[in-house]
């Protein structure tokens, strides 16, 4: 630990190491006090420095990366998750004691920030008793449907709520924030004084977080046919209230929040992916179900320039050129009688001009006796 700790002195940010972890670096690595009279502030920035730097390691991140798919593949069947951007900055863990005055919830494990599952069940149950509940009585609080999902001091909940990871394609989590109290003597609780105009302001740096969070739920109660409504019902809750009252610090200053409008454009897009690939895999059973010459007619067609021409013009021009694409004698029977049938829905089975002419080239294919 020394020679790791000495490595950063003096206050050098620590960049490029395989070991980086930000919550290493801010809870072990300052070696003389931050804050107070004797207490040295720079100490204080160079740490969060080298925390952020440590965020945005590529080693770092990609064993996030790794460890963030591995955490989804465990979660329940039955989870159900929302990918939430947010709006700004937010800070959980801002209030816990800290050699650094501030504080921060990071995972243990991997240093990278994190939304604790206590503090989202807490924020849903208070946001459905305030604002869910007015509206129906059986979800305020103590009522069937609060404890079915949240439980009471004898049962817990049918639903868990999971910590909110941040999800890997969040590039930068960690910023250098401020806040600046105007008046610190009057937050003295032991001794405060009156503020007044003539009170300094003391800039106090922290660590905010922004990016984007996987939050998710799951069913812990018994077999039931109402499981998955009860569980889209409990993300829709937390959604709710990480959009509107937000979570962590400094909420009445905009910390927290989470953004809906860009979830419903992400929702709509994945709709719409969704059903592209649904047409496109309905497009492959039928291409797969024709025969070869089929398939070749299909695909000849969709990938035709000229979307004005009549599909048997397009195929009679095929059939005329001596290198194209339907040359086996099978194929340009195949062929011949497509362009045929289509003549004959399009009144173009004539005997003169060229549409006499289209005739009795097919007709050639075809076998059949020309008549005059």
């Given at each position: 630990m020394n020679a790791i700790r000495d490595s950063l002195?003096?206050?050098?940010?620590?960049?490029?190491?395989?070991?980086?972890?930000?919550?290493?670096?801010?809870?072990?690595?300052?070696?003389?006090?931050?804050?107070?009279?004797?207490?040295k502030p720079e100490h204080k920035r160079q740490i969060m420095d080298a925390a952020i730097a440590a965020s945005r390691n590529s080693d770092v991140q990609a064993l996030y990366k790794a460890t963030f798919g591995r955490w989804q593949r465990s979660l329940p069947e039955s989870?159900?998750?929302?990918?939430?951007?947010?709006?700004?900055?937010l800070i959980v863990g801002l209030g816990?004691?800290?050699?650094?005055?501030?504080?921060?919830?990071?995972?243990?494990?991997y240093g990278m920030p994190i939304l604790p599952g206590s503090a989202l069940k807490g924020l849903a149950?208070?946001?459905?008793?305030?604002?869910?509940?007015p509206t129906d009585?059986?979800?305020?609080?103590?009522?069937?449907y609060h404890d079915l999902v949240f439980g009471n001091t004898d049962d817990s909940g049918c639903i868990v709520f999971h910590d909110a990871w941040l999800t890997p394609d969040s590039p930068e989590p960690l910023k250098l924030d401020v806040m600046t109290p105007h008046h610190p003597k009057w937050n003295n609780l032991e001794n405060p004084v009156v503020p007044t105009d003539f009170d300094s302001p003391v800039p106090v740096p922290f660590l905010s977080v922004a990016g984007k969070f996987h939050v998710a739920v799951s069913w812990h109660g018994p077999a039931s046919d109402q499981a998955r409504c009860w569980t889209e019902r409990s993300l829709e809750l937390l959604t709710d209230a990480l959009g509107n009252w937000g979570i962590g610090g400094k909420t009445s200053s905009g910390y927290g929040l989470f953004d809906l409008e860009q979830l419903k454009a992400d929702r709509e897009a994945l709709a719409k992916t969704r059903h592209l690939q649904e047409q496109e895999a309905v497009r492959l059973r039928i291409l797969e179900a024709m025969s070869p010459i089929e398939r070749s007619i299909k695909e000849f067609l969709q990938s035709h320039p000229n979307k004005q021409s009549p599909e048997y013009m397009k195929l009679f021009e095929e059939l005329k050129k001596a290198a194209g694409r339907f040359v086996s004698p099978e194929d340009r029977?195949?062929?011949?009688?497509?362009?045929?049938t289509g003549m004959i829905e399009a009144k173009k089975w004539k005997?003169?001009?060229?549409?006499?002419?289209?005739?009795?080239f097919i007709q050639q294919i075809l076998g059949e006796e020309q008549s005059s």
């Open positions: 002195h003096p206050l050098i940010p620590h960049r490029g190491k395989r070991d980086s972890h930000p919550g290493l670096l801010l809870q072990r690595y300052l070696h003389e006090s931050a804050t107070g009279d004797e207490g989870t159900l998750a929302n990918e939430l951007q947010a709006l700004g900055r816990t004691e800290n050699v650094l005055e501030t504080g921060i919830r990071l995972h243990h494990t149950a208070h946001y459905c008793n305030q604002v869910w509940g009585e059986k979800f305020k609080k103590c009522g069937i029977l195949e062929v011949a009688k497509r362009v045929k005997n003169k001009d060229k549409d006499g002419e289209r005739k009795a």
